[in-house]
């Protein structure tokens, strides 16, 4: 899933009830285990000058690229941080560490040969789907107008609620129309 997805699809599912009020640690759960990559990709590309085909074809399966992007997408560690939060009595981290975990769950089906190893350190195994977010050889043109009506209506929903998911959903609304913009003149066209 692209960030923006998981970002809606989080605040949806976990932005409700008691965690109604938890926005920032379930906004940021979304995002961390995307971090890494986006790090990565301007590193390559700004400061390394790579191609975007010598990034996505090589460098980002270098073994100690995939180690690193394997630590933020770690179901395990997630769920091990969710259990010390909620023991501890800590609800913005319980709230955080749930929303990492619904994260990777969402990436899981959606990764080919780009799958993250979602049971780091406990075993390197990656499930490699059937289906890719953005391959459309393996029906990502789908996933993305699935991705893309969510984003619009998760948005749009988010919109009618309390101040804080307000400003998330149309932040987040507007960063994926910048982001498809980027996506589409920098890999299809």
């Known amino acids: 899933m692209n960030t923006p997805s998981h970002i809606i699809l989080n605040a ?5 009830g008691p965690r ?16 890494p990559m986006v790090g990565f990709y301007v590193y390559q590309r700004s400061l390394r000058h790579a191609p975007e085909s010598q990034i996505w074809n090589d460098l980002y399966f270098e073994p100690h690229w995939q180690a690193f992007f394997d630590g933020f997408n770690s179901l395990p560690m997630a ?10 009595a800590r609800p913005a981290w319980v709230a955080f560490f749930l929303s990492v ?9 959606l990764h080919r040969e780009d799958a993250h190893g979602h049971f780091f350190p406990i075993s390197d195994w990656r499930f490699v789907s059937p289906v890719s ?15 893309g009506i969510l984003v619009i ?7 009618r609620r309390s101040t804080p998911w307000r400003v998330i959903g149309a932040v987040t609304l507007a960063g994926s129309l910048v982001f498809g913009t980027f996506a589409y003149f920098t890999w299809i066209a």
């Open 20 to 35: 109604k009020a938890l926005w920032l640690p379930i906004t940021a759960g979304a995002l961390v285990p995307d971090l």
């Open 133 to 147: 977010y953005w391959d459309p050889s393996f029906h990502g043109s789908w996933v993305a107008a699935g991705e």
């Open 12 to 16: 949806l599912v976990l932005g409700t």
């Open 101 to 109: 975990g619904l994260h990777c769950l969402g990436d899981l089906p």
């Open 79 to 88: 769920l091990l941080g969710a259990l010390a939060a909620w023991r501890l």
């Open 153 to 159: 209506a998760g948005s749009l929903s988010l919109m």
